[in-house]
């Protein structure tokens, strides 16, 4: 019901339109008016449906023709389009003044039949449409004119393109989810062309019911589809929003459509009226539709069981030529095998009279290598006693290498056991030095700070001398009753100066001068009760005074006592200075003692290495004595080196190093060994070892 409304406002809109012509729109709009009321009547819509159609279609063949003839007519010329012109019926003359307009029209009501007729189908059916259904056929050859309406040709050099492959292809950057339809259109292999490609986007937009969304998108931007269509094109205009809403209806369909297997390129897209010309009178029957429907559905899974044979007929096809290809490679190395076992056997032969030759010439080469062997064994008898008494001589070597070595080794365990505990003395040595020179460094600080309080102190003795001073010149203006208490006053300065002196006065003295001048001061004052009020503030300067000097005898005495303590603390320094005069001295002799152990360690280790030295010499050669056998000339029958046979001009020679056999040229050096009192003959690769362990050892 939601298609129906847009389709009305176009007839609307088409009505004005055709009144101008009565003669040829009358009849059309007649039918339009029954075919709209038809469709609202859901019981009389099949019969009802051949008159409108086989008008609706003369009216477009005469449309089509009478577009053409005006076309000719203009290129013949004025007279003959005038005479056309003349023996032209009305309708001609009317559908040549806006061809667009009647073609826009059309398609747009051929439209509205063709997804009308492919849903009630779809419907009565009941099931997924595919490919083959003859209505889903027709409505994609009417959407693909829809689209190609008004569509602008592209010259290139092969020819005139059309193709609506371009606007579809436009949806992609527009709509994004489209995206996937476009990479598996362009990805399949059999479409080439791309009227082919728009054919199956439309295919897989139909599979997927987003053919509205898409076209929506795709005339939203009329800006940009005016590159690829005429102004007057049927996307360009109204009705292209009325098709949108009438695909709107086909979200109820299931179609499951096969685009791969299809020929999408050279399909032919003619519009068939056949199928929409139906006579009113014929009636179809239930049965027949259930029959035709399980008729369809037989049909379909015959269609499928094709399929599944004809994969698996495939499938074993392909397995046969796989099959006879292996044979085919089988065969071949069978007969590449067989060749092979031919030259093989031949090969063998050969061999054979080969390993008879070699017998006999062995055989010969044992004769003439009993006689050699024969006269080297007499020479290696001789040579073996010789190294036998060499090797006595050297084990008695070792045994006492080996004794003085014990002894110089019980001789470094005592010198290092020595140089440890001197390093143990001289670290507990430095510690000590370390400490009291942290103390020397505490005692001066604290002997400045006392000489600064000292200083201190006899500043403030000074001031209060001369204030006390001052005082006794005021009291002396006084009466006679006060000399009295200058004359202790004096006593007591003096006093203080004495303290200043000797700075040895006890506690007990203090007391007593306390004691005195309490005495003095009660009988100054019982003295001076009867005096004005001069005689109290002298009394409370007194007090004062009083109070003052004690404080400073206080200091006096706190000093005494840290000179005391400062004086202890430098003798003790004094002391140390002397420790550390001593302890220096004690460092540096046990420094040359450290120095001349530690050069007679580093001969003792000369001495030691050059008696390892010597050791691993003799052992290397007691393992060469026991290890190297004396190889019998029997077991040599080529070179060790070059790998070259002996012959009679090739002769052998044994190395007196390692005891192999070589021939002359790789056995041409000659060494002292310590086993030979002569240069011997040795091998090229015994001559560069003992030269490397010459050099080693120098």
Known sequence: MADEDPNSKVECEDVPAKEEQPEATEPGQNDVANDTDEVQKDKRADSSWSAPILSFARKATETLSSGVNHYSAGLKGPDSSQHTSDSSDPLKTAAVKDPMVVERSNLLSMMKLSIKVLIQSSLSLGRSLDSEYPPLQQFFVVLEHCIKHGLKVKKTFIGQNKSIWAPLELIE?????????????????????????????????????????????????????GEFYDPGALIMEEEGAVIVGMLVGLNLIDANLCVK?????????????????????????????????????????????????????????????????TNSKLIEELTAATDRINVLREEQEQLK?????????SQRKEEVTLQDSQAELETYRQTRQGLDEMYNVVWKQYKEEKRIRQELQKELELQ????????????????????????????????????????????????????????????????????????????????????????????????????????????????????????????????TEKEQRQNLQ?????????????????????????ELLDLRQEKKQLQQLCEEQEQALQEMGLHLSQSKLKMEDFKEVNKALKNHAWLKDDEATQCKQCQKEFSISRRKHHCRNCGDIYCNSCSSNELALPSFPRPVRVCDVCHSLLLQRSSIGS
Request: proline letters at 1%.
């Open 173 to 225: 950057k527009l709509c994004p989810e489209s995206a996937d339809i476009a990479t598996s259109v362009r990805d399949m292999p059999g479409i080439k062309t791309g009227l082919g490609r728009a054919r199956a986007w439309l295919h897989l937009a139909l599979m997927q019911k987003k053919i509205a969304d898409y076209m929506k998108v795709l005339i939203n931007r009329r800006d940009l589809l």
């Open 261 to 325: 297997g299809e020929d999408l390129d050279s399909q032919v897209g003619v519009i068939d009226f056949s199928m929409y010309l139906k006579d009113p009178q014929a009636t179809e029957n239930t049965q027949d539709d259930s029959k035709m429907t399980a008729i369809l559905d037989q049909k379909h899974y015959i269609e499928e069981l094709n399929r599944h044979l004809s994969c698996t007929v495939m499938d074993l096809q392909a397995k046969m030529d796989s099959l006879e290809k």
């Open 353 to 361: 009279q080969e390993n008879a030759n070699i017998l006999q010439s």
């Open 416 to 543: 290092i056991g020595l140089k440890q505990e001197m390093e143990v003395a001289m670290k507990l040595l430095e510690k000590d030095t370390r400490e009291k020179q942290d103390t020397l460094v505490a005692l001066r600080q604290q002997l400045d700070h006392v000489k600064n309080l000292n200083l201190q102190m006899f500043n403030k003795a000074q001031e209060s001398g001369r204030v006390a001073q001052k005082k006794v010149e005021d009291m002396q203006e006084l009466e006679e009753k006060m000399i009295q208490m200058e004359a202790a006053m004096k006593e007591l300065e003096q006093r203080l100066q004495n303290s200043e002196n000797v700075r040895k006065d006890t506690d007990e003295s203090q007391n007593e001068l306390r004691s005195e001048m309490k005495g003095k001061v009660n009988a100054l004052q019982k003295r001076l009760a009867d005096l004005d009020t001069l005689r109290a503030g002298l009394e409370s300067a007194l007090s």
């Open 554 to 578: 206080r200091e006096l005495q706190r000093e005494q006592d840290n000179s005391t303590e400062l004086r202890t603390q430098l003798q003790q320094l004094q002391g140390l200075q002397t």
